[in-house]
């Protein structure tokens, strides 16, 4: 095969170099690929240049690319002239035809159509300044116009911010006078309160002398109405005289228990009577304990709500968050413990925490690796932090969970003696690493102990809410070696 060494010195300042002139010639080029490849698909076989074998792999030709394939095309002859034969003209225009056949004063016209090309790219690209700048421009004008109307706008809102500084002055001084008046009233009520209070203890004293009372009535009801069962549904007998007569008399003594010396029962309708009058008195007393429930809670002071708080009076109405926040967290993962002496920021609660059983290690990928590998490319810097993780969960059994941003990323392979431990996972598309993180906490079960490895403060805060313990980036890489 007879080899050439392409254009000479004079040709290639006739032609155009092959930066000039390959935009001109892409389809020519192209055209040999496929020509290239069709040679090798029949039988026999019809070889390429070797140097072109490397690019039959190619869907997409970078401006370096087709600068070399155009060298290796031109530097032979015979190839040249295969795809010369086995293209159109039409297909490949006529600076590719050109290039192919080079005919007498190709050079020349080769040059001048792609000084053509050049100058409509030019073009295009002023044309492309233009429109861009006009855009600019017109963006600025609108700014800037803006910007006068916010100016404007700003200067009204100082002028009803000055005005309502007045009022908010004079609203402040009235306040003043209010709160001096409520201080005296607070004084006046906290005495009636005071009193209040010593009246509920006396109505509470009587309340138990009534119910004691209202016990020993009901017991002696049962203990009458089992004996009027056991002695069936004669006629009662009748009390002794001495006491009717002091029953007469308007005495209040009780008569003795049934089955007492005397065996006198009393009659079952005074028993009623007295039972119902016991539980008229409970109920009247419960009344008035209700009514002073009342007074007291009336007795309590609060400030008129309308522009008071905004000086910082509050009526005592609000909300608790503490209470809510302690509420939420109930009958949820707690955080372990740190033995006395071991500080959370250290080592040593790393190496503590990941010894418990059943722990469960879970890392913000990219913000441990760029912290500890910060030079190197991002996939380096993934590669080294699981081959540190995998080491650290063949050596603690620990099972760690490894998140990193980024979706369509193929898996990174896991060291076989641990490849049951370390898993890795990438975030799906749109969604941060930092979801993932914390979501993956929460779905782990309340009854396993989990450390969430990060110095994001998202991570981390989110991550104490779940109940989860938290190390720094900085903490695991000590522990990691790095």
Request: glycine letters at 8%.
């Amino acid at each position: 095969m007879v080899r050439h060494g392409g254009l000479g010195r004079g040709a290639r300042r006739r032609g155009g170099d092959l930066t000039d002139r390959a935009g001109v010639i892409r389809p020519a080029v192209e055209a040999a690929l496929a020509v290239a490849r069709q040679g090798l698909a029949v039988d026999p076989v019809v070889p390429p240049p070797q140097a072109l074998r490397r690019y039959l792999g190619f869907s997409r030709l970078s401006g370096g690319a087709l600068q070399a394939i155009a060298r290796i095309v031109e530097a032979d002859s015979d190839f040249r002239a295969r795809v010369a034969a086995a293209v159109d003209p039409a297909t490949v225009g006529r600076a590719g035809w050109l290039w192919l056949q080079r005919p007498d004063g190709w050079e020349d016209e080769l040059a001048a159509i792609a000084a053509e090309a050049a100058g409509r790219a030019d073009e295009r690209r002023q044309a492309r300044a233009e429109r861009s700048a006009v855009k600019k421009l017109a963006a600025a004008q609108a700014a800037a116009a803006q910007a006068a109307a916010g100016v404007e706008e700003r200067r009204r809102e100082v002028e009803g911010l000055r005005a309502d500084l007045a009022r908010e002055r004079e609203l402040r001084s009235e306040l003043e006078a209010r709160v001096a008046g409520y201080a005296s009233e607070i004084a006046r009520l906290e005495e009636a309160r005071t009193e209040v209070v010593r009246n509920l203890k006396e109505v509470e004293a009587r309340l138990v002398s009534r119910s004691t009372e209202f016990n020993a009535t009901r017991a002696r009801l049962r203990q009458v109405e089992e004996q009027l069962r056991a002695t069936g549904s004669g006629p009662a007998p009748e009390p002794p005289a001495g006491r009717t007569a002091d029953r007469a008399a308007g005495r209040r003594d009780r008569p003795p228990a049934p089955g007492g010396p005397d065996g006198w029962l009393p009659p079952r309708d005074d028993l009623v009577r007295e039972v119902d009058r016991a539980a008229a008195g409970a109920a009247s007393l419960a009344d008035a304990l209700g009514g002073l429930a009342r007074m007291i809670g009336e007795a309590r002071p609060r400030v008129p709500e309308p522009d008071d708080r905004r000086w910082g009076v509050d009526d005592g109405s609000g909300d608790d968050p503490a209470a809510d926040d302690a509420g939420a967290e109930t009958g949820r993962r707690v955080p372990l413990r740190l033995p006395g002496g071991i500080f959370d920021d250290s080592v040593e609660a790393v190496v503590h925490l990941l010894r418990t059983p059943a722990v469960v290690l879970v890392v913000d990928g990219y913000n441990v690796s760029m912290t500890g590998w910060p030079p190197l490319a991002v996939a380096d810097q993934r590669r080294r932090l699981v081959a540190a993780l995998a080491e650290a969960a063949a050596r603690t059994a620990t099972e760690v969970h490894v998140v990193f941003d980024g979706a369509d990323i193929d898996p990174l392979p896991v060291p076989r003696s641990a490849a049951r431990l370390v898993h890795v996972r990438f975030s799906p598309p749109g969604v941060e690493a930092d979801d993932v993180v914390l979501d993956l906490t929460a779905q782990l079960p309340a009854a396993r102990p989990v450390v969430v490895a990060s110095s994001d403060n998202r991570v981390r805060d989110g991550a104490r809410r779940l109940g989860a313990n938290v190390v720094s980036a900085r903490q695991l890489l000590d522990l990691l070696g790095r």
